[in-house]
Nanobody, 122 residues
Framework: QVQLAESGGGSVQAGGSLRLSCAATGYTDSNYCMAWFRQAPGKQREWISSIRTDGSTIYANSVKGRFTISQDNAKNTLYLQMNTLKPEDTAMYYC????????????????WGQGTQVTVSS
């Protein structure tokens, strides 16, 4: 059973940085893509970044140039480096793995973590 556990969230001031981590266990399929989503209060969950099995990455326009997704395959850990944070980045951040339709970018994830809260104050 795949389990994803996020960590690294917290409260920062605008312009600050945070690095989120997602530790994956029970992970037997090395062909899984992985992704980060977020959900702000009163809003729908939003995709923000994915990494394919070949290491290629894509980002939502709202975070492009500020956030960087990466993974350490030896540690089965996914990261999200978030720089130049803005108040509108405040949300619960979720790690996700696999795609239920076989897509390469995890737009429709098979597995979800429980989330880690990020709060950015102005």
């Amino acid at each position: 059973q795949v389990q994803l556990a996020e960590s690294g969230g917290g409260s920062v001031q605008a312009g600050g940085s945070l690095r989120l981590s997602c530790a994956a266990t029970g992970y037997t399929d090395s062909n899984y893509c992985m992704a980060w989503f977020r959900q702000a209060p009163g809003k729908q969950r939003e995709w923000i970044s994915s990494i394919r099995t070949d290491g290629s990455t894509i980002y939502a326009n709202s975070v492009k140039g500020r956030f960087t997704i990466s993974q350490d395959n030896a540690k089965n850990t996914l990261y999200l480096q978030m720089n130049t944070l803005k108040p509108e980045d405040t949300a619960m951040y979720y790690c996700a793995a696999g795609d239920r339709y076989g897509g390469n970018y995890c737009y429709n994830p098979l597995h979800w973590g429980q989330g880690t809260q990020v709060t950015v104050s102005s």
